[in-house]
C-alpha cells in the first residue's frame, strides 16, 4: 500500500503564493506520474496539474497555466512531488489532493492524466484558502 501526504495548504491574499508537497511512503515500487486536483464546496473535483514519472513531461488545467509550476524530486526513489501557486485568485480557494497512476515508471498518453479516475493512490487533501 502507498501513502501519499499533503501539505502547504494555508490562507494567503490574492495575488500572494503558496508550495505545496506530497510525499508518498509505503510500498513504492518505483516512480509514479502524479497529479494534484482539487475540490471547492459543492463542485466536482477538476484536474489541475500532473507530472510524468521522470519529470520530462508535465501538464496543467488552462485556468493555472503560468501561474502554478508542477515539479518533482525523484532522489533515492522519494516520489515527492510539488505544486508551486502564484499569483493566486479566490477562485483557486478549495481542497487539494495529490494523486499517483499505477504501475510506476510508465509514460501514458496525454489525454489520460487530466481525469481522476486513470489515478490509484490518493492523499487527505490539504485546504487552500484565498481571500479577496
Known amino acids: 500500500q502507498v501513502q501519499l501526504v499533503e501539505s502547504g495548504g494555508g490562507l494567503v491574499q490574492a495575488g500572494g503564493s503558496l508550495r505545496l508537497s506530497c510525499a508518498a511512503s509505503?510500498?513504492?515500487?518505483?516512480?509514479?506520474?502524479m497529479g494534484w486536483f482539487r475540490q471547492a464546496p459543492g463542485k466536482e473535483r477538476e484536474f489541475v496539474a500532473a507530472?510524468?514519472?521522470?519529470?520530462?513531461?508535465?501538464?496543467?488545467t488552462d485556468s493555472v497555466r503560468g501561474r502554478f509550476i508542477i515539479s518533482r524530486d525523484n532522489a533515492k526513489n522519494t516520489n515527492t512531488v510539488f505544486l508551486q501557486m502564484n499569483s493566486l485568485k479566490p477562485e483557486d480557494t478549495a481542497v487539494y489532493y495529490c494523486?499517483?497512476?499505477?504501475?510506476?515508471?510508465?509514460?501514458?498518453?496525454?489525454?489520460?492524466?487530466?481525469?481522476?479516475?486513470?489515478?490509484?493512490?490518493w492523499g487527505q487533501g490539504t485546504q487552500v484558502t484565498v481571500s479577496s
Open positions: 494523486a499517483a497512476r499505477v504501475p510506476p515508471g510508465v509514460y501514458y498518453s496525454t489525454s489520460t492524466y487530466y481525469s481522476p479516475a486513470e489515478y490509484y493512490y
Open positions: 509505503g510500498r513504492t515500487f518505483g516512480t509514479y506520474a
Open positions: 507530472i510524468n514519472w521522470d519529470g520530462s513531461r508535465t501538464y496543467y
